[in-house]
């Protein structure tokens, strides 16, 4: 069965410092998808990356970067020289098709602090 | 602006009361579906729908209904508002379901 685990549930760093969220994830599938978005205070969820199963490169956005691993079935993501406006709620989720139809699974979040 | 709209945005309801919340896309998106969002639980999806006049059951589908009669509007229905629906609900569109989500902003639903 799918699953994401997101094992730190908040994360408290002072501006400027890097900071690293963790993301593992389960499937038996070949072909899948992993997602990063971000859910500011405001509440809205926001799209930051999608990457699939047969592209391990990194990518880096900015200060945003992903690390993905096939190997350790981790998708992580880093934000290099926090700022106050990273504030958020980050979900990792996992996507995969049966029937050809692909339905997401989400982690339970990370909520991140950055204080000034 | 393009994007997904939900209506209400807020909805206090009693125990046993019913009511619909609306959510719709202007991106032509096939994909929809409807989530909700507990604390320490991340979202979990309720239903879900791959086309005009097509709706199917997520996660955590029970006591709750939904329609797509329209491509652009997917209806979430509550027959009988339990406490345990007190939650925020969030709509989502995709134009293909390996895609990023367009998310709605939201509807906090309380059931007292």
């Known amino acids: 069965a799918q699953k994401v685990t997101q094992a730190q549930t908040e994360i408290s760093v002072v501006e400027k410092e890097d900071v690293t969220l963790d993301c593992v994830y389960e499937?038996?599938?070949?072909?899948?998808?992993l997602f990063w978005y971000k859910q500011p205070p405001s509440g809205e969820l926001v799209f930051l990356i999608r990457r699939n199963s047969f592209d391990e490169q990194n990518e880096i956005s900015g200060r945003y970067s992903w690390n993905f691993q096939k190997s350790t079935s981790s998708f992580n993501f880093t934000i290099t020289a926090s700022q106050v406006v990273d504030s958020a709620v980050y979900f990792c989720?996992?996507?995969?098709?049966?029937?050809?139809?692909?339905?997401?699974?989400f982690g339970t979040g990370t909520r991140l602090k950055v204080l000034a | 602006n393009a994007g997904v709209t939900q209506t209400p945005k807020f909805r206090v309801l009693k125990t046993g009361q019913s009511m619909t919340l609306l959510c719709a896309q202007d991106m032509n998106h096939e994909y929809m579906y409807w989530y909700r969002q507990d604390p320490g639980m991340g979202l979990r999806l309720i239903h879900y729908?791959?086309?005009?006049?097509?709706?199917a059951k997520g996660e955590v589908p029970d006591g709750y209904n939904v329609s797509r009669l329209k491509k652009q509007n997917f209806l979430l229905g509550l027959e009988s508002a339990a406490p345990s629906q007190t939650s925020v609900y969030f709509c989502?569109?995709?134009?293909?379901?390996?895609?990023?989500?367009?998310f709605g902003s939201g509807t906090r639903l309380t059931v007292v």
């Open positions: 729908s791959v086309g005009e006049g097509t709706t």
């Open positions: 989720a996992l996507s995969e098709g049966t029937s050809g139809t692909y339905k997401y699974i």
């Open positions: 499937t038996r599938d070949t072909t899948y998808y």
């Open positions: 989502a569109s995709s134009y293909r379901s390996d895609f990023s989500y367009t």
